[in-house]
């Protein structure tokens, strides 16, 4: 079993729609988790940075923890044909740099 | 803020020849550096970590000998891949952190190297 479990899709919505995206993690020890952003033939962009449980929100993306159920999600608001990429959930334990990435999810936005 | 430059970009070799790839921090000093390789439609994984003046440290599978790690100043990193082969082509990506191994800075990426071994 992977650490890490994202669905890696595609998704494919209508310009305008809410975007779920999701991961779950199977380590405890997991206090960081990310969202990057890589475009094709890109390296990834950060996007979204969360402490333990709970939301943070910026603009049109919203990340949520919860740590009792080892779930976490970014939601795209509003969503664009620029946001067409693909999404990569990354998480690491407390006092440690090393990232675990999940698959990546490949999300296209239809104008 | 918070650039990072890989170079080049994109390289083609012939099976047997050794190719190295730089990873540039450009506007901050980068205590801890990482390389990781992407294979298509799969996600990063890490090879090693490396910080600034010391040997670098390999994740399980890795051959040190194969992949070698240069972080000879707090703004390059070097990655070599040595005697490369077919199997070796992937995307090769940096990543940058001012902070040390053990605290929680910020990894920014690199825009990654395509490497084709022909």
Redesign the interface.
């Known amino acids: 079993q992977k650490e890490v479990e994202?669905d890696?899709g595609p998704l494919s919505v209508p310009e305008g729609a809410i975007v779920s995206l999701n991961c779950t993690y199977s380590n405890s020890a997991f206090q960081?988790f990310m969202w990057?952003r890589q475009y094709s033939?890109?390296?990834?962009?950060?996007l979204m940075?969360t402490y333990s449980s709970g939301n943070k929100e910026d603009g049109r993306f919203t990340a949520q923890v919860d740590k009792s159920s080892k779930y976490i999600s970014l939601f795209i608001r509003d969503s664009q044909p620029s946001d067409s990429a693909t999404y990569?959930c990354a998480m690491?334990p407390?006092?440690?740099?090393?990232?675990v990435?999940?698959?990546?999810t490949?999300l296209t936005i239809n104008p | 803020g918070a650039v990072v430059s890989q170079h080049p970009s994109r390289v083609i070799c012939k099976s047997g020849t050794s190719v190295k790839i730089e990873c540039r921090s450009l506007d901050f000093q980068a205590t801890t550096m990482f390389w990781y390789r992407q294979f298509p439609k799969q996600s990063l994984m890490l090879m090693a970590t490396s910080n600034e003046g010391s040997k670098a440290t390999y994740e399980q599978g890795v051959e040190k000998d194969k992949f070698l790690i240069n972080h000879a100043s707090l703004t390059l990193s070097t990655l070599t891949v040595t005697s490369a082969h077919p199997e070796d082509s992937s995307f090769y990506i940096c990543s940058a952190s001012s902070g040390g191994a053990i605290t929680q800075e910020t990894q920014y990426f690199g825009p990654g190297t395509r490497l084709l071994v022909l």
């Open positions: 994202q890696p960081y990057y033939r890109k390296g990834p962009e950060l940075y990569l690491s407390l006092g440690a740099q090393k990232l990435f999940g698959q990546g490949r």
